[in-house]
C-alpha cells in the first residue's frame, strides 16, 4: 500500500515546516551570538573610559563618550604635533 496523496502531501509540509524552525533556531543562536559580542565590547569600552558599576549609562551613551573621547585625544594629537614641529623649527634656527 503506497503512501496518498494527502499523506505525501502532510508529509512534506511537515519536513519544510522543520527545515524552516531549524534555520530560524540556527540563525537565532547567531543572532544572540553577534548581540553578546557587541555589548562586550560596548561593556569594555566603558571600562576603559574609567566607569564605574554604579549608574551604568545606556549603550548609546556609552558609545557618544567613547567618539567624544577619541575626539579629545586627536585634537591633543594634533596640538602636540605642532608644538613639536614649533620646538623643532625653534632648535633649527640659528638664533635660537
Known amino acids: 500500500m503506497g503512501i496518498t496523496t494527502a499523506q505525501g502531501e502532510s508529509q512534506g509540509f511537515e519536513q ?3 527545515r ?3 534555520r530560524r533556531e540556527s540563525h537565532n543562536v547567531v ?3 553577534r548581540r ?3 555589548n562586550e565590547r560596548i561593556d569594555e569600552l566603558y571600562t576603559l573610559m574609567d566607569g564605574s558599576a554604579e549608574n551604568k549609562p545606556s549603550r548609546g551613551h556609552i558609545l557618544k563618550l567613547t567618539v567624544d573621547y577619541l575626539r579629545d585625544l586627536q585634537a591633543q594629537s ?3 604635533q605642532y608644538r613639536l614641529q614649533e620646538l ?3 632648535l633649527a634656527s640659528p638664533n635660537h
Open 16 to 18: 519544510l515546516f522543520e
Open 20 to 22: 524552516k524552525r531549524k
Open 31 to 33: 543572532e544572540r551570538r
Open 36 to 38: 553578546e559580542f557587541i
Open 78 to 80: 594634533i596640538k602636540q
Open 88 to 90: 623643532e623649527a625653534r
